[in-house]
């Protein structure tokens, strides 16, 4: 616990260094920390006269209880052990008919795949939203979402430091006007990671080994090839989002090793969900849901013959990819 | 009756996150009444109409829509009482920043989009510092790393928030916020002698009056200079 006296008490320069991560904090701020570094938190505030205060929209009362309220949240943050999470399960509700789901429990592992299928409206926004907000009887299908096997506090919900759910889909896009290496910058600092530069360096690694055509940390991320983007996404993700589960909408077939892509997220210890009807990505799941009319409908473990399968699919892919590449390098194709 | 108020840049989803909320609250018997303030233009509240939910609307015109805002709510309040309704809703757009259509003791949501730009929490005033839940749209169409930095960055001027996810066009996470809005418990019959959680942008210059010269002689009552000497 900080006490509001202490606060108001230290010098901003003594707060800084006890808590770096005030920077962040103190910018959005109505008043210039640069040239007040030696003047306490009080000594600033009563030199707001109210004239002021108006002015720029600050109000101290808000404002210490905003500051203490931060670094508590996060002293928590960074005490935390960031893969702490071993397990999800989903406990059965109802369907859209008010029908009881019939299994007894699904749980998601950390390092496994599972993959969601059924039709488009089935109902896998539902499940995947019922994990989010770490159900418990209190959405529309009455599923209970339970971490670790126990019943998780409602913390999950609401704190934007810990959400336990990041997502990938194919229409995600890259917005700000950065290159790579300022991007990665950006969000290792709000992730508050200590070193920086490894980290960025191993995702930028990560992502030209997914991606078919390699990038520079200079390259702007809005210029990225879509498969350059949803490979630094999905290394990104991987490895420094702090959302121990990784929801996945589909992965384009084109400029990106999916296997690969799969493979960076489970080493990374995440719990992988993935809604897809390719089969390919389907049965390099360790199991897939089966939804119908909004309920978990089947839970089907990949099987031997699938896996064999997969081989065999694996090879056609190939092909195809080997086919796309002369195409693109301007050969005539012949029989395979 | 439950009151709350909703506000946000322009364009930012309000409007598709109040109407997605409220018709999970109408499928499990609430019945949901909203006021949409704006300045100029809205056709908003057709949107409201089609989706079955009673709706009024206001329009500021030439006056700072927040004080339009405050000088009617209480009105906007007994029509409410009158209709009837368990929870009422007040969508209000921030136009300039600085806006603050928040009351104390209401429950106040602001709407932001993930497109905005990541600097643009800090550019928003009382309207976001003083929200008792942030929620953050369009998170479908930009990068997870994007969506962390700017909850992030939105969190750093707001620790106090409920920060939530919310797709406005699919209705993802509406049923999450609707089961913070609405309390049975709550009872809201009048609004006389409360309070704003801030004062308003203030001005009474000229130009407040309808002049439109311009020139150092035309400028009267509450004016600001630039300073462009500072470095």
């Known amino acids: 616990m900080v006490s509001t006296s202490f606060l108001i008490q230290s010098s901003l320069s003594d707060l800084l260094e006890k808590y770096p991560y005030l920077h962040a904090f103190f910018e959005g701020q109505a008043f210039a920390i640069e040239d007040r570094m030696h003047q306490t938190l009080q000594q600033i505030l009563s030199g707001i006269d109210e004239e002021a205060s108006e002015d720029s929209a600050f109000d101290a009362t808000t404002f210490l209880l905003q500051l203490k309220e931060y670094i508590e949240q996060m002293q928590e943050f960074l005490g935390e052990d960031q893969h702490r999470l071993n397990s999800i399960s989903i406990l059965p509700g109802t369907d859209k008919s008010g029908t009881s789901e019939q299994f007894e429990v699904v749980e998601l592992h950390k390092s496994t795949i599972t993959s969601i299928v059924g039709p488009t409206g089935s109902g896998k926004s539902r499940l995947l939203a019922d994990i989010e907000w770490v159900a418990r009887a209190d959405t529309p299908t009455g599923r209970t979402i339970l971490v670790n096997g126990e019943l998780p506090s409602t913390d999950w919900r609401f704190a934007s430091a810990r959400k336990l759910v990041a997502q990938l889909s194919q229409n995600m896009n890259f917005v700000m006007d950065l290159q790579v290496q300022e991007f990665l910058e950006l969000h290792a600092r709000s992730r508050m990671v200590a070193d920086e530069q490894t980290v960025i360096k191993k995702i930028i690694d990560a992502a030209n080994d997914l991606a078919g055509e390699k990038f520079e940390p200079q390259t702007p991320i809005t210029s990225l090839s879509g498969g350059q983007s949803r490979a630094l996404m999905i290394a990104d993700t991987a490895i420094l989002s702090t959302s121990p589960v990784v929801l996945i909408d589909e992965i384009e077939n084109a400029g990106i090793d999916r296997k690969r892509a799969l493979q960076l997220l489970i080493g990374e210890e995440k719990v992988v969900l993935m809604a897809t009807h390719d089969p390919i990505l389907a049965l390099m799941a360790d199991q897939r849901i089966v939804i119908k009319n909004g309920g978990i409908h089947k839970v089907l473990k990949t099987s031997q013959e699938e896996k064999n399968m997969l081989v065999v699919l694996e090879e056609a892919d190939r092909k195809l990819q080997h086919l796309r590449t002369k195409l693109r390098s301007g050969e005539q194709l012949q029989r395979i | ?231």
């Open chain 2, 1 to 231: 009756m439950n009151l709350i108020t909703i506000s946000g840049p322009p364009s930012s989803g309000k409007t598709a996150v109040t109407i997605k909320t409220a018709e999970t609250l109408m499928q499990r018997g609430v019945k949901v009444g909203a006021v949409k303030f704006d300045c100029l233009y809205t056709d908003d509240d057709v949107l409201y109409q089609r989706a079955g939910i009673p709706v009024k609307k206001g329009l500021s015109g030439s006056l700072c829509p927040d004080h339009y805002f405050v000088s009617n709510i209480e009105a906007v309040l007994d029509w409410g009482l009158k209709e009837n309704f368990d929870l009422l809703i007040s969508e209000s757009a921030g136009l300039c920043n600085r806006c603050s259509p928040y009351i104390k003791d209401i429950k106040a949501i602001c709407v932001i989009d993930n497109l905005s730009g990541i600097n643009t929490p800090r550019k928003i005033g009382p309207m976001l510092r003083m929200a008792d839940i942030v929620v953050i749209t369009k998170g479908d169409i930009v990068s997870q790393a994007e969506r962390e930095v700017f909850a992030s960055r939105v969190n750093a001027v707001n620790p106090t928030a409920i920060v939530m996810h919310i797709n406005g066009l699919t209705g993802q996470g509406a049923y999450e916020l609707s089961t913070l809005l609405y309390d049975e418990k709550v009872h809201i019959d009048s609004l006389k002698g409360r309070k704003l959680r801030f004062s308003m942008p203030s001005a009474l210059c000229s130009y407040c009056l309808g002049e439109t010269r311009i020139g150092e002689s035309y400028q009267m009552g509450n004016v600001r200079k630039i300073n462009l000497d500072e470095k």
